[in-house]
Nanobody
Framework: QVQLVESGGDLVQPGGSLTLSCTAS????????MGWFRRAPGKEREFVSA????????YYADSVKGRFGISRDNAKNTVYLQMNSLGPEDTAAYYC???????????????WGQGTQVTVSS
């Protein structure tokens, strides 16, 4: 059974940091590009970051560039999202997806996790 399970979401104060993890099972993650998206209440799903199969190329939304870092450990079937300098605007449910290409188009990802909630508030 194909599964992506996100973890690491939490309530954090503005300026704080979190690391999200997404672990794959039922398929070999190293054959797929991985992406992180988020959805805030009342807003559309938004691209956050993506990483190629090898991890050699990474991509970020302008809103998180310089604050977030994506990485992967193919031996552990896990992709990470390190988030720094968090602000209230980062409050959202964060989802990881697996697809053939590392890009910002959520429609090209075909495996999805259930999401993990990140809340940034004092």
């Amino acid at each position: 059974q194909v599964q992506l399970v996100e973890s690491g979401g939490d309530l954090v104060q503005p300026g704080g940091s979190l690391t999200l993890s997404c672990t794959a099972s039922g398929f070999t993650m190293r054959y797929y590009a991985m992406g992180w998206f988020r959805r805030a209440p009342g807003k559309e799903r938004e691209f956050v970051s993506a990483i190629t199969r090898s991890g050699n190329n990474v991509y970020y939304a302008d809103s998180v560039k310089g604050r977030f870092g994506i990485s992967r450990d193919n031996a552990k079937n896990t992709v990470y999202l390190q988030m720094n300098s968090l602000g209230p605007e980062d409050t959202a449910a964060y989802y990881c997806g697996a697809g053939h290409d590392a890009n910002s188009n959520y429609a090209t990802y075909f495996y999805w996790g259930q999401g993990t909630q990140v809340t940034v508030s004092s």
